[in-house]
């Protein structure tokens, strides 16, 4: 199996469906034990998934938003955690590629490293901050010395950093009071992982503290100056509703068949032919078909929107997110419903979807910043 063999978007998804259903036969151990899902990150990489993203003119096959986000939701379908950890891989690299705010040896240099199989994420929470997105200064900094940076401090929600090879680190500059990024390979002397993460939800991202003590990186590391000014809209964050969709599909699936299946003695027949039961089953197609129309249609046009069409759809893909998100959590409850009390059973994954899906509340962006936005949007517009 190779995803760079594949020629069409249909055939990639095809291939990955095969793959996610791996990944649900893992899914359940890696939640128990609150362990991390290597073997799932290694037959992304190994299938050549983690490079999709990757410009062409670096070997990659630079997929659209909207392939990413389908690709996405069927990981999810499988295991959410190991949807959401390799999601912030691809849509930093797709990212970077649309904003080209780095030099571009530095990406080509990361490009090269992530086609032969290195993983990428940004550290920018922190325990004093909270959510970047709210506009907390990083209390993490940076010292200019001969030849570089010396980067001290402590990151939060390390998603993904068991196998994470560079870290893209936001820090204060010393000098400057200036907020920059700094990429930051694994090896770098002093880079340290201190397994937090002890979440209920999404057990399986090993979301663990970053410490950076006295980490040493050269000149060419400063990839990015932070500008106060307002936020760019960024079409890659999608994948995050992508994967509680994906999860929200999951709880879906399990609930028809348990339907099918389930025949208690007080009625003729299963359960799936009771007018009550059709009625929570037609609601979750209608929360589901309104996720994809939503969350298809807003990643089909930035792909078609030029660069300014596209800083104009900051709303847009903020309304997305808040609205999958909240639709899957509906989704998964009436699922839940269907299914009864089995549903709280620790062996049955409902209750393990239940508690995944509610994770997207608290990724960005934030349901009350975009209620916030949208009625900036709906002013402006009106």
Same mark, same amino acid.
């Given at each position: 199996?190779?995803f *760079?063999e594949?020629?069409?978007?249909n055939?990639r998804?095809? $291939?990955?469906?095969?793959?996610?259903?791996q990944? $649900?036969l893992r899914?359940?151990?890696i939640?128990?034990?609150g362990?991390?899902?290597y073997a799932?990150?290694s037959? $992304?990489?190994?299938?050549?998934?983690t490079?999709l993203?990757?410009?062409?003119?670096y070997?990659?096959?630079?997929?659209?938003?909207?392939?990413?986000?389908?690709l #996405?939701?069927? =990981?999810?379908?499988? %295991?959410?955690?190991?949807? *959401?950890?390799i999601?912030?891989h691809?849509g930093? =690299?797709?990212?970077?590629?649309e904003?080209?705010? !780095?030099?571009?040896?530095?990406?080509k240099?990361?490009?090269e #490293?992530?086609?032969?199989?290195?993983?990428?994420?940004s550290?920018?929470s922190e325990p004093?901050?909270?959510?970047?997105?709210r506009?907390?200064?990083? @209390? +993490?900094?940076?010292e200019?010395?001969?030849?570089? !940076?010396?980067i001290?401090g402590?990151?939060?929600?390390? +998603?993904?950093?068991?196998v994470?090879?560079?870290? =893209?680190?936001?820090?204060?500059?010393?000098? +400057? %009071?200036e907020?920059?990024?700094?990429?930051?390979?694994?090896?770098t002397?002093?880079l340290?992982? @201190?397994?937090?993460w002890?979440?209920?939800?999404?057990?399986? +991202?090993?979301? &663990? %503290?970053?410490?950076?003590n &006295?980490?040493f990186?050269?000149?060419? &590391?400063?990839?990015?100056? =932070?500008s106060?000014?307002?936020k760019?809209?960024?079409?890659? *964050?999608? &994948?995050?509703?992508?994967?509680?969709?994906?999860?929200?599909?999951?709880?879906?699936k399990?609930?028809?068949q348990?339907?099918?299946?389930y025949?208690p003695?007080?009625? /003729?027949?299963?359960?799936?032919?009771?007018p009550?039961?059709?009625q929570k089953?037609?609601?979750?197609?209608?929360?589901?078909?309104?996720s994809?129309?939503?969350?298809?249609?807003a990643?089909k046009?930035w792909?078609?929107?030029?660069?300014?069409?596209?800083?104009?759809?900051g709303?847009?893909?903020?309304a997305?997110?808040?609205? /999958?998100?909240n *639709?899957?959590?509906d989704?998964?409850?009436l699922?839940?419903?269907?299914?009864?009390?089995?549903?709280?059973?620790l062996?049955?994954?409902?209750q393990?979807?239940?508690?995944?899906?509610r994770a997207?509340?608290h990724?960005?962006?934030?349901?009350?910043?975009?209620?916030q936005?949208?009625?900036?949007?709906?002013?402006n517009?009106?």
């Amino acid at each position: 199996m190779n995803f *760079l063999e594949k020629q069409t978007v249909n055939e990639r998804i095809e $291939l990955m469906s095969n793959l996610s259903k791996q990944f $649900l036969l893992r899914a359940h151990q890696i939640d128990i034990e609150g362990s991390f899902p290597y073997a799932n990150i290694s037959d $992304l990489k190994n299938t050549g998934y983690t490079t999709l993203t990757v410009p062409s003119r670096y070997g990659g096959k630079e997929i659209e938003l909207y392939e990413l986000i389908r690709l #996405q939701e069927t =990981i999810a379908e499988g %295991d959410g955690a190991t949807a *959401l950890s390799i999601g912030w891989h691809m849509g930093i =690299i797709m990212n970077l590629n649309e904003k080209r705010t !780095w030099k571009e040896p530095v990406f080509k240099c990361l490009c090269e #490293q992530v086609m032969n199989g290195s993983l990428i994420n940004s550290a920018q929470s922190e325990p004093k901050t909270g959510s970047p997105t709210r506009g907390g200064r990083p @209390e +993490t900094r940076a010292e200019k010395c001969q030849n570089g !940076w010396v980067i001290t401090g402590r990151k939060t929600f390390t +998603t993904m950093s068991p196998v994470l090879d560079f870290f =893209i680190v936001s820090a204060t500059i010393n000098e +400057t %009071d200036e907020v920059a990024n700094f990429l930051i390979p694994r090896n770098t002397k002093g880079l340290i992982i @201190e397994e937090t993460w002890d979440s209920i939800a999404l057990r399986g +991202t090993g979301s &663990h %503290d970053l410490i950076l003590n &006295h980490c040493f990186v050269p000149n060419d &590391h400063l990839v990015e100056e =932070i500008s106060s000014a307002g936020k760019k809209a960024n079409g890659w *964050l999608l &994948h995050i509703p992508a994967c509680y969709l994906g999860i929200a599909k999951a709880a879906q699936k399990y609930a028809i068949q348990f339907a099918k299946e389930y025949s208690p003695n007080s009625i /003729v027949g299963p359960i799936i032919d009771l007018p009550n039961v059709q009625q929570k089953l037609g609601e979750i197609e209608l929360k589901v078909m309104q996720s994809e129309y939503f969350l298809y249609g807003a990643a089909k046009q930035w792909d078609v929107s030029n660069d300014e069409d596209r800083e104009k759809m900051g709303a847009h893909l903020g309304a997305a997110k808040l609205t /999958v998100t909240n *639709l899957a959590i509906d989704i998964v409850d009436l699922a839940m419903r269907i299914v009864g009390a089995k549903s709280l059973s620790l062996n049955n994954p409902l209750q393990r979807y239940y508690r995944d899906v509610r994770a997207g509340l608290h990724n960005p962006p934030m349901d009350d910043m975009t209620l916030q936005l949208l009625a900036k949007y709906s002013v402006n517009n009106n």
